[in-house]
């Protein structure tokens, strides 16, 4: 198996894709919008990855935050709130928040285990700033590290009863950040002791079965690699200062952030310290390099994904119940 999460080109697998995943064994893949028409579709395809790796506990991964990060959508799923609706809800009833953000994470759960999708890129821990970049504000939980753990957890733990595995990011934070990383570097040059607030809600869901790195430059830590290229961030922030103890994935490496070909970002993030490397444009040329690159997972990387995947459980609770509970919550904000 190779450290990597590969992307798909289509609504289903092509005879270049089939060939070459079967060769490359990748450790999971991730789906976008151009994977996603019907639930019928989706599952065919779920269906298809499972059979062509023989794995029952194979992650296949999604961004479906709600809001404007949302692969699945209207019409053939509902629309579902962003962060910033449930951190409206936080400074006036934070238990109401909590259950809101719970149940909806639940439903969420529910939505995409129905079509085989057993992890979510979600929650988001970013704490927010007055200049945060808008890619990241639009998402956020709040701007209280207290608030952004508190709506986190309840997050994952919806998730978690819905039948998938949350993922939390961006470690070791990315409110900070002015601009996008999608398509510059961002360079955080706050101290340590300022850094500390941004660590606090990763510190506290630090259990959580799978993160996500962050392609930013913390200048305090490291002033010349970003968190996902960094092996002083990834173990001396994450695995130490922060302590988390799960599968550690980068964000996407096509992101503009990172510089060199797909095959030097991946080798990189694997040398830095991560388990597993994201790539989601199923680009067939990147995709071969990234695979001649890694060899295979590491014995600790393996042993973190299989005690997340183990964590799923079978989805429970009712959809329009926990739609219609959530939506009681949040209109009292």
């Given amino acids: 198996m190779k450290p990597v999460i590969f992307g798909i080109a289509g609504l289903e697998l092509s005879p270049d894709e089939r060939a070459f995943f079967t060769e490359a064994e990748p450790a999971g893949y991730i789906l976008f919008k151009r994977n996603i028409a019907t639930r019928e579709q989706v599952r065919a395809l779920t269906d298809s990855l499972r059979a062509l790796s023989g794995n029952d506990r194979l992650p296949i991964l999604i961004d479906q935050e709600g809001g404007r990060v949302a692969r699945m959508g209207p019409p053939e799923w509902p629309a ?33 285990a129905e079509v085989g999708i057993t992890v979510d890129c979600a929650p988001i821990l970013d704490i927010a700033q007055p200049d945060t970049t808008e890619a990241i504000s639009c998402r956020t939980y709040g701007a ?28 070791p934070g990315h409110g900070r950040a002015v601009v996008d990383s999608h398509h510059l570097l961002p360079t955080v040059s706050a101290s340590a002791e300022a ?44 695995r130490g200062m922060i302590g988390f103890d799960g599968l550690l994935m980068t964000d996407d490496i096509d992101m503009k952030a990172l ?37 295979s997972i590491s014995d600790a990387a393996r042993a973190r994904l299989d005690t997340a ?21 949040l209109a009292l904000a």
């Fill in 80 to 112: 579902f709130p962003a962060g910033p609706a449930f951190a409206k809800l936080y400074d006036t009833a934070p238990m109401s928040a909590i259950q809101a953000m719970r149940a909806n994470g639940q439903a969420l759960g529910l939505m995409l």
């Fill in 259 to 295: 510089s060199g070909t797909a095959g030097e970002k991946a080798a990189g993030a694997i040398a830095a310290g991560c388990d597993l490397v994201l790539d989601c444009w199923a680009r067939m040329g990147e995709m071969v390099e990234i695979a001649d690159r890694l060899g």
């Fill in 195 to 238: 850094l500390e607030a941004d660590l606090e809600p990763f510190r506290t869901l630090r259990h959580a079965p799978m993160g996500m790195t962050s392609h930013i430059v913390f200048e305090t830590w490291d002033t010349e690699r970003p968190a996902t290229l960094s092996p002083t961030i990834v173990n001396d922030v994450i």
């Fill in 144 to 171: 209280g590290p207290m608030q952004v753990a508190a709506l986190g957890r309840a997050m994952l733990e919806g998730l978690a009863a819905g039948g998938v595995v949350g993922v939390v990011k961006h470690m």
């Fill in 309 to 329: 995947m183990a964590s799923v459980g079978a989805p429970e609770g009712d959809f329009a119940e926990l739609i219609a509970r959530r939506d009681a919550f």
